[in-house]
């Protein structure tokens, strides 16, 4: 096929670790394209024509793939229930479980109580991006930076854990840097997401920080 004469090539330079953190990283690529000015999905290729064969919604809401007749018959051979029939393949509802935000932040205030409590956030682990956050307004801390470096520490030890064998599931990872502890844990219910909290290291309870942070993972899931 002739390529279109307005073709852009976008790049994801980071690993994909599971289905969802593709889903996620394909659904953000196609979310930016479409916002691109003079989107026409006809106009890029005749052969797209004017659906496509997966349909894909807006980023938080699960994908409608469709699922080959076929398949469908076979599944329903077993069953006695009748197969069906007409042009439209049966669409199959992929869901994965999506934390409220909101919900999440009222589970995040309790932990800046905690003395020497700089700031905390719910990330998403496969873009690096907060989903809900909670800081101190008299020491400021950027979040935002903090949360893409942990996402990024997160992958790399989880790699280094299918290296050495590991089959269990990375729970928690501390670190500490100059005046700064850093707390990351992952959520068991959304895979992709983790808690970080980021502690004043000569003014916490690091056993105390951990207690509280097991807590919101808790009231999370």
Excluded: Y
């Excluded at 599944?75 to 999506?98: C, E, F, I, K, Q």
């Excluded at 956030?121 to 400021?140: F, I, K």
């Excluded at 935002?144 to 470096?149: D, F, G, I, R």
């Amino acid at each position: 096929m002739a390529w279109p004469a307005r073709l852009h090539v976008h790049v994801l330079n980071e690993s994909m670790t599971g289905a969802s953190s593709v889903w996620n990283a394909m659904l953000g690529m196609w979310n930016r394209v479409k916002s691109e000015p003079g989107w026409d999905p006809k106009a890029v290729s005749p052969m797209l024509g004017s659906d496509f064969p997966i349909k894909v919604n807006e980023i938080g809401e699960a994908p409608t793939i469709p699922i080959p007749r076929a398949a469908v018959a076979a599944a329903l051979a077993g069953t006695g229930a009748p197969a069906a029939h007409g042009d439209t393949p049966p669409l199959m509802r992929v869901s994965r479980p999506v934390l409220d935000p909101s919900r999440a932040r009222e589970a995040l205030a309790p932990m800046l109580t905690l003395d020497g409590m700089l700031g905390c956030a719910v990330v998403d682990g496969s873009t690096g991006l907060v989903v809900a956050r909670e800081l101190r307004e008299d020491q400021p801390v950027d979040i935002e930076l903090a949360a893409a470096a942990c996402a990024q520490v997160l992958r790399t030890h989880r790699q280094a854990a299918r290296n050495m064998g590991l089959s269990e599931a990375l729970e928690e990872i501390i670190t500490t840097a100059g005046p700064r502890h850093q707390i990351m844990r992952v959520l068991p219910r959304h895979a992709d997401l983790f808690l970080v909290a980021l502690l004043d290291k000569h003014r916490t309870n690091l056993a105390l920080a951990r207690f509280q942070l097991i807590e919101v993972e808790r009231s999370l899931s």
